[in-house]
């Protein structure tokens, strides 16, 4: 395929189960090199765009290529070039950590001398090389995590899938995980990953959708979005029990937007030294005030709502 064109291509992508629609009709494109992500709430349609992405799962309507093929007519050959993580690690607890790398390799038909070659490499680059004759089963979430990730690259993937990559895991072992997922990306790997954690996001991914309903809402770089669909900072500000009614009618013109929540109030604005002081004359005493900038999850927050979907 030409460098130019896209490794993911769809328009108009759809997919149904029955009469439910999980993917209504989206157009995206994923270039080669680039680290592209889905964001949304539980039922947004994420997974189901990945495996479709995946070769997995057949699409109801619209177009996909990837890599430049029909996963329709060319999906084994499509699945022989792509790596996936899974949510889930479905690694086998009866081999070795080096076992899994190899036994996975062999679906590919690769010989057994280059993949122990391989699997050395490939446990050296996600720092498991002295557990290496281990049993999988003792392994950390933050190890296992570390070894799926090695498992999809055995076959030197143009495009590597990952499905929420550090749900579950402890703060040193999230980042761990995306520093090598940030060497990949350097190395030239084209990554399409979904997460709920917004500063992953923010960390890993050149540019994003942001997809509820099954539709996309909102496309572009995370710095984008942010200016598109939030303000330069927030003003979060603390009162007492029941305070947080107060009337802020006192800031109006300085604020693009005011959230009351259940314990703090938010002020959507782009100068939080104005506002807080004009909070202060106009008499209101908020027991805490703290500025900070804003973030992915508010631009997540304001697109999708804040209501708990299961």
């Known amino acids: 395929m030409p460098p130019d064109e896209p490794l993911v291509l769809a328009r108009g992508l759809t997919k149904r189960f029955g009469h439910f629609t999980a993917v209504d009709a989206i157009d995206f494109s994923i270039a080669r090199g680039e680290s592209f992500g889905f964001l949304g709430p539980n039922g947004a349609g994420k997974s189901s765009t990945m495996r479709m992405v995946a070769a997995v799962s057949p699409v109801t309507a619209g177009t996909l290529r990837i890599l430049g093929r029909d996963p329709a007519t060319d999906g084994p050959s499509i699945r022989a070039r792509i790596g996936v993580v899974p949510q889930e690690d479905s690694l086998d607890t009866e081999l070795t ?55 999809a690259l055995v076959n030197e993937p143009e495009l590597l899938l990952l499905d929420e990559p550090t749900t579950g895991l402890d703060p040193q072992a999230r980042h761990l995980v995306w520093d090598r997922l940030y060497r990949l990306k350097q190395q030239g790997t084209t990554l399409v990953l979904t997460t709920h954690y917004m500063d992953e996001a923010e960390q890993l991914c050149d540019r994003l959708v942001v997809m509820d309903g099954g539709r996309i809402v909102a496309e572009g770089t995370p710095a984008a979005l942010i200016r598109e669909h939030s303000t330069r900072e927030v003003l979060e500000l603390r009162f007492p029990p029941g305070g947080q009614d107060v009337d802020l009618g006192a800031i109006d013109g300085l604020a693009s937007r005011i959230e009351r929540l259940p314990d703090r109030v938010l002020i959507y604005t782009d100068d939080s030294d104005a506002a807080l002081a004009r909070v202060g004359t106009a008499g209101l005493e908020p027991v805490a005030a703290l500025t900070r900038r804003s973030t992915l999850e508010d631009v997540f927050l304001r697109l999708t709502g804040r209501q708990l979907v299961d």
């Open 97 to 151: 950590v080096e076992e899994n790398l190899i036994v996975y390799g062999r679906y590919f038909d690769l010989p057994r001398p280059l993949l122990r070659e391989r699997a050395a490499a490939l446990l050296d680059f996600v720092q498991l090389t002295e557990r290496a004759h281990d049993q999988v089963e003792p392994l950390s979430g933050g190890m296992k995590r570390r070894l799926t990730i090695a498992r």
